[in-house]
């Protein structure tokens, strides 16, 4: 079955705890992105590869890391997290950078306290 | 500014109605248009996908349109059903460096 696989599903962590939330793809999809998702604010690009070793930043990418060492896999990584990355956060993919369906993970809530 | 709004935010409607949602765009440089389904809780169902050279696309009681020029697109639901009650998201992939910026939503809710 093709799918984007995002793990955990639910976290919570404390203020300035290292945390790596993972995301696959099994479409061997070339384009990958991060969002998150605030009440009253929708879905925002945090991140986005093109391919392998090809990242660039989204509208948010403060307190982010991500890094593209393989196809299928696109991990997001908060080196020290903060109570305002609380949030809901998507993993998605599609075949090429233009013009091809996206497709979402189930999304990974984290909570900062 | 690349923006995206969708009006209303909130929706409600009789089943069995004919609805349309809005989706407005800040720049006519785009890839393409997605629309998207959210269940609360849930992640993002693609519905339907239009590319920036295409007019419309259709998929069962769901249409939706692209004007560039204007910057907007709708998406039509035709005879709906209280299974259609969802937020409804829009995604604009501008061109160039590929960003994706996505519309706030409008939540609909069919009343049977």
């Known amino acids: 079955e093709a799918q984007v696989t995002q793990n955990p599903r639910y976290l919570i962590t404390v203020t300035g705890k290292k945390l790596t939330v993972t995301c696959s793809q099994n479409m061997n999809h070339e384009y990958m992105s991060w969002y998150r998702q605030d009440p009253g604010l929708g879905l925002r690009q945090i991140y986005y590869s093109m391919n392998v070793e090809v990242t660039d930043k989204g509208d948010v990418p403060e307190g982010y890391k991500v890094s593209r060492k393989e196809k299928r896999n696109f991990p997001l990584i908060l080196e020290s997290p903060s109570p305002n990355q609380t949030s809901l956060y998507f993993c998605?993919?599609?075949?090429?950078?233009?013009?091809?369906?996206?497709?979402f993970g189930q999304g990974t809530r984290l909570t900062v306290v | 500014k690349q923006e995206v709004t969708q009006i209303p935010a909130a929706l409600s409607v009789p089943e069995g109605e004919n609805l349309v949602l809005n989706c407005s765009f800040t720049?006519?440089?785009?890839?393409?248009l997605q629309w998207f389904r959210q269940d609360p809780g849930k992640g993002l169902t693609s519905l339907l996908l239009i590319q920036s050279s295409q007019r419309e696309q259709t998929s069962g009681r769901l249409n939706a349109s692209l004007d560039k020029s204007s910057g907007r697109s709708t998406l039509y639901i035709a005879a709906s059903q209280p299974g259609d009650s969802a937020t409804y998201l829009c995604a604009v992939v501008w061109g160039g460096y590929q960003k994706v910026t996505f519309g706030t939503g409008t939540k609909l809710q069919v009343i049977p």
């Open positions: 720049d006519s440089a785009i890839y393409n």
């Open positions: 998605a993919s599609r075949i090429s950078g233009d013009g091809t369906e996206a497709f």
